[in-house]
């Protein structure tokens, strides 16, 4: 748990080598339309507001990324915060959802690594839930965005983009 500006936030982060240039992979992570493609449990993704790629674009993410009591699909209204192609940055805030974590950001780095792989970092910080255990929120999302990075080059060699 990290305080900042006197707020409380909860904090984690997974990484994971995708064996396919950085290019490639920017395409395919920076993509609203390609986001089911690599992101578990992710059926639909749709624009709501503004030009993607351009901060304030907001998304409309719905699937079964996080378990419903009532077995409905989970849905995350998310806005771009800041979205750098040169350095292969992205943010996103989720603004509104049916699974409590409004207010979170999420941050997805690549980094050149070597022999046409690439590094792949996704933080996030979330306001404390009630009622819940920090370890095993953090746990689960870091699980989720592990998985999502474990399926990009699956996704890119399914692709047009290609490796």
């Known amino acids: 748990m990290e305080v900042e500006a006197g707020v409380v ?11 396919a240039p950085i290019e490639k992979v920017w395409t395919m992570v920076s993509q609203t339309k390609k986001l089911a493609e690599w992101m578990p449990m992710v059926e639909r993704c749709t624009d709501l507001v503004g030009e993607e790629g351009v901060p304030g674009y907001v998304r409309l993410v719905s699937g079964f990324m996080f378990p419903q009591q009532d077995g409905d699909r989970s849905w995350i209204k ?31 780095k ?48 399914a692709s047009s983009i290609g490796v």
């Open 9 to 19: 936030k909860w904090r984690g982060s997974v990484g994971g080598i995708v064996d």
């Open 78 to 108: 998310e806005r771009l915060v800041s979205l750098d192609s040169t350095s292969h940055i992205y943010v996103y805030k989720m603004e509104a959802s049916n699974v409590g974590l409004d207010g979170s950001i999420n941050t997805l």
């Open 110 to 157: 690549l980094v050149d690594y070597w022999d046409d792989s690439t590094l792949v970092n996704w933080s996030f910080q979330i306001d404390p839930l009630e009622g819940a255990c920090e370890d095993s929120i953090i746990d689960y999302l870091g699980f989720l965005y592990k998985s999502g990075i474990n399926r990009i080059e699956g996704a890119i060699k």
